[in-house]
Antibody
Framework: QITLKESGATLVKPTQTLTLTCTFSGFSLTSSGEGVGWIRQPPGKALEWLALIYWDADKRYSPSLRNRLSITKDTSKNQVVLTMTNMDPVDTATYYC????????????WGQGTLVTVSS | DIQLTQSPSFLSASVGDRVTITCRASLDINRYLAWYQQKPGKAPNLLIYDVSTLQSGVPSRFSGSGSGTEFILTISSLQPEDFATYYCHQLNSYPPLTFGGGTKVEI
């Protein structure tokens, strides 16, 4: 059974850096093909993909946010960490981490999401 | 970037109705198209991938079809638990992975 859960700051000030952790179980990011991605959803709006990391440390980022994002993995802790710099109120959203296997597979398991509010 | 355009954005329907939602891609995405269902306050739930493959546990009233740039999600007989927002998602070409704008199915 694959599970994922997001944790981190729920309120950040403009210009601050957001750090979110995805803690997962039921798979290993050392196994071939495994990947974890981050997706966000502003209130009442559509889903937006942010970043992906694979078992081989291959990383992919949304081109529009690439200069603000960093994704890393800690295989010993079964965690993936997303950092986003220079936060702005428009970054207020629910942030989800999700599992996928291989580069053309969908996100088949999702965390419950964490609402991040950017406000002074 | 590959853009996904869903139509309609909102759909009013009744229990028992046959419902279709269209997703159009700005470029050919082969068969790398998935559909998700999302209920308020919940994470998206994978319904269909590779255009027409039903995810394990998803009721057979859901089906997907299409190819190239035009895809359809069909709910053959709408049930009360199907009132939700549906998103299409392309996996053919990235970055970026992209999602459609969503279709809200309501009474």
């Amino acid at each position: 059974q694959i599970t994922l859960k997001e944790s981190g700051a729920t309120l950040v000030k403009p210009t601050q850096t957001l750090t979110l952790t995805c803690t997962f179980s039921g798979f290993s990011l050392t196994s071939s093909g495994e990947g974890v991605g981050w997706i966000r959803q502003p209130p009442g709006k559509a889903l937006e993909w942010l970043a992906l990391i694979y078992w081989d440390a291959d990383k992919r980022y949304s081109p529009s946010l690439r200069n603000r994002l960093s994704i890393t993995k800690d295989t010993s802790k079964n965690q993936v960490v997303l950092t986003m710099t220079n936060m702005d109120p428009v970054d207020t959203a629910t942030y989800y981490c999700a599992h996928r296997r291989w580069s053309t597979s969908p996100f088949d398991y999702w965390g419950q999401g964490t609402l991040v509010t950017v406000s002074s | 970037d590959i853009q996904l355009t869903q139509s309609p954005s909102f759909l009013s329907a009744s229990v028992g109705d046959r419902v279709t939602i269209t997703c159009r891609a700005s470029l050919d995405i082969n068969r790398y198209l998935a559909w998700y269902q999302q209920k308020p306050g919940k994470a998206p739930n994978l319904l269909i991938y590779d255009v027409s493959t039903l995810q394990s546990g998803v009721p057979s009233r859901f089906s997907g079809s299409g190819s190239g740039t035009e895809f359809i999600l069909t709910i053959s007989s709408l049930q009360p638990e199907d009132f939700a927002t549906y998103y299409c998602h392309q996996l053919n070409s990235y970055p970026p992975l992209t999602f459609g704008g969503g279709t809200k199915v309501e009474i």
